[in-house]
């Protein structure tokens, strides 16, 4: 059997991912409420959106854990980047970030001291993420 990559809450550590997919709470700016499936592959935007919340395009979500309900959005990107924690096949950490705008394709990984991005669009917070990148490499 194939071993993937395993995420988890940065508030309760919780595992959020089942063989190949990462499981959210989500909710839309009009309230709807639902669960999203996300490709555990890094570079891979395909998702499955629970019947109960439509996607809308260019529209932002609130991502929070299935486990504990906290708020996965980063307040210091406007909300617009939800944070999660990943252990590689060797066990070793990282801090990834990822759009939650529908539509928006970019993934960051705080990976060795370095910020490597994938997705058309990961040049849009490049600038952000490099601001805070003292901060997170003293954390990981």
């Given at each position: 059997?194939?071993?993937?990559?395993?995420?988890?809450?940065?508030?309760?550590?919780?595992?959020?991912?089942?063989?190949?997919?990462?499981?959210?709470?989500?909710?839309?700016?009009?309230?709807?409420?639902?669960?999203?499936?996300?490709?555990?592959?890094?570079?891979?935007?395909?998702?499955?959106?629970?019947?109960?919340?439509?996607?809308?395009?260019?529209?932002?979500?609130?991502?929070?854990?299935?486990?504990?309900?906290?708020?996965?959005?980063?307040?210091?990107?406007?909300?617009?980047?939800?944070?999660?924690?990943?252990?590689?096949?060797?066990?070793?950490?990282?801090?990834?970030?990822?759009?939650?705008?529908?539509?928006?394709?970019?993934t960051y990984v705080i990976k060795d001291c370095k910020l490597e991005h994938f997705g058309?669009?990961?040049?849009?917070?490049?600038?952000?993420?490099?601001?805070?990148?003292?901060?997170?490499?003293?954390?990981?």
């Open positions: 059997m194939e071993k993937f990559n395993t995420f988890y809450c940065p508030h309760c550590f919780g595992y959020l991912n089942i063989t190949d997919k990462i499981i959210f709470k989500i909710k839309s700016k009009s309230n709807e409420n639902g669960l999203v499936m996300l490709s555990a592959k890094i570079s891979d935007y395909t998702s499955i959106l629970s019947e109960s919340i439509k996607k809308v395009e260019d529209e932002l979500y609130e991502f929070y854990c299935p486990l504990c309900s906290k708020c996965l959005n980063l307040e210091s990107s406007d909300m617009k980047l939800v944070k999660i924690y990943m252990k590689d096949k060797s066990n070793k950490k990282y801090e990834v970030y990822f759009s939650g705008i529908c539509g928006e394709h970019c058309p669009h990961s040049k849009m917070y490049m600038d952000q993420l490099e601001k805070y990148k003292e901060y997170f490499d003293s954390h990981l």
